[in-house]
């Protein structure tokens, strides 16, 4: 079965450090979708990316960057210079082509301090 | 841009209780999703809904029916609310299959006592 392991629960950083969420993933399909979703306190989650498996580009967006490594099963998320806007719940998803169900991890708090 | 609205941003409901929270999407999206989250589990998928009347069981569907008569509309019934149904309840669409980005209302804060 489809599995999402986001073990960082919270993180705490200041304004303008960089900082990189965690997230691993378990999949016996050969193709399969990566997502990350940011929940900030108005509790509505935004999608921020999808990978699919056969394509491991790291991707920069802004002050995002995502790293996917197919050899480590891991989608990992770095803000880079984070700001107090940054402060959300960013969650790690995963689905399988076959599969109608997305999996996601328990989440990672992110507080962003001036 | 997709709008998905969720009737309530929080309700209170007493145990044994039916309860309806109601989803609306307004970019004619074939898949609708619920979800409910909880602290620690993240998001597990309740139902979902491929097409009008069409539905499917997720991970967690006991306790919970839905119903979808309008493409743009899925609700989810708790038929006999129960204190573990306390949650924050999302609801989602898309396009496609799950495969695709979700698109999520706000949430509802349900409490049950």
């Known amino acids: 079965a489809q599995k999402v392991t986001q073990a960082q629960t919270e993180i705490s950083v200041v304004e303008k450090e960089d900082v990189t969420l965690d997230c691993v993933y378990e999949?016996?399909?050969?193709?399969?979708?990566l997502f990350w979703y940011k929940q900030p306190p108005s509790g509505e989650l935004v999608f921020l990316i999808r990978r699919n498996s056969f394509d491991e580009q790291n991707e920069i967006s802004g002050r995002y960057s995502w790293n996917f490594q197919k050899s480590t099963s891991s989608f990992n998320f770095t803000i880079t210079a984070s700001q107090v806007v940054d402060s959300a719940v960013y969650f790690c998803a995963l689905s399988e082509s076959n599969n109608n169900d997305m999996r996601f991890g328990a989440g990672t708090r992110l507080t962003v301090k001036p | 841009d997709v709008k998905v609205t969720q009737s309530s941003r929080y309700l209170v409901k007493r145990t044994g209780e039916k309860v309806f929270l109601e989803c609306v999407q307004d970019?004619?999206?074939?898949?609708m999703f619920w979800y409910r989250q909880d602290p620690g589990l993240g998001l597990r998928l309740i139902y979902f809904?491929?097409?009008?009347?069409?539905?499917e069981k997720g991970d967690i569907p006991e306790g919970y029916s839905v119903s979808r008569e309008k493409k743009e509309r899925f609700s989810l019934i708790l038929e006999s609310a129960s204190t573990n149904q306390t949650s924050m309840y999302l609801c989602a669409s898309c396009l496609g299959g799950l495969n695709e980005k979700l698109f999520f209302g706000s949430g509802t804060q349900l409490s049950v006592l």
């Open positions: 970019m004619d999206h074939e898949n």
């Open positions: 999949t016996r399909d050969t193709t399969y979708y």
């Open positions: 809904s491929y097409d009008v009347k069409m539905k």
